[in-house]
């Protein structure tokens, strides 16, 4: 396992389709991250999972947004309606969470662009 | 409230010279941690460093230092005579500590596009 993994790389729809992005963790890391990041900013957080368990969502992350992590391994994060104000990179991190601080391991992200 | 804010948008310098990038953040919780990060132009976020609340000892790897001082809430990374590879943007990131004691979800800051030219 060498990484956190995104799929696609990179997604252009139009306006009203839903699109959905798949991340997978680095193997044993029992917490994943979606975070966005538009152009000249840095990423924002999203939402966050603990194993399966969605344990925080950001107010970012409006009614046309899910995420979910099924199984604790891999998460999908879905949005429906699609809007051209969506258009951003889309990112995973990971990280092996106990007590304390355990850095996040990030993938290479999803470039999603709405027509 | 969380922020963290990196004044300086564009750096540019040349090659093997001495840069330091700044990193201000504000939190009212006693326990937090600081972190950088590096995004290349390949766009993949790379961990660089973290430190906790607790630990102001200054660190240097390699040609990358890092200077945490409390009473100014500043977190600034110097990269000492810089190349080329050095090019990206740079971003520091806070994240405080959750109910339960561990660490929750990054804040971060702009960022700061580095450009070292030969």
């Known amino acids: 396992d060498t990484g956190v993994s995104q799929d696609p790389r990179h997604k252009i729809t139009k306006r009203g389709q839903n699109v959905t992005f798949r991340c997978d963790p680095i193997s044993e890391h029992n917490r994943l991250y979606w975070y966005r990041q538009t152009l000249g900013q840095g990423p924002e957080f999203l939402t966050y999972?603990?194993?399966?368990?969605?344990?925080?969502k950001s107010r970012l992350l409006s009614d046309r947004f899910s995420a979910e992590r099924p199984k604790g391994s891999f998460s999908t994060l879905e949005i429906q309606r699609t809007e051209q104000g969506d258009s951003a990179m889309y990112l995973c991190a990971s990280s092996l969470h106990g007590l304390g601080a355990y850095e996040q391991y990030f993938g290479p992200g999803t470039r999603l662009t709405v027509t | 409230a969380q922020k963290v804010t990196q004044a300086q948008t564009e750096i540019s310098v040349v090659e093997k010279e001495d840069v330091t990038l700044d990193c201000v953040y504000e939190t009212r919780d006693t326990t937090y941690y600081l972190f950088w990060y590096k995004q290349p132009p390949s766009g993949e976020l790379v961990f660089l460093i973290r430190r906790n609340s607790f630990d102001e000892q200054n660190e240097i790897s390699g040609r990358y230092s890092w200077n945490f001082q409390k009473s100014t809430s500043s977190f600034n990374f110097t990269i000492t005579a810089s190349q080329v590879v050095d090019s990206a943007v740079y971003f520091c990131?806070?994240?405080?500590?959750?109910?339960?004691?561990?660490?929750?979800?990054?804040?971060f800051g702009k960022g700061t596009k580095l450009s070292v030219k030969p």
């Open positions: 990131a806070l994240s405080e500590e959750n109910y339960g004691g561990s660490q929750g979800n990054l804040i």
């Open positions: 999972f603990q194993n399966e368990a969605q344990l925080e």
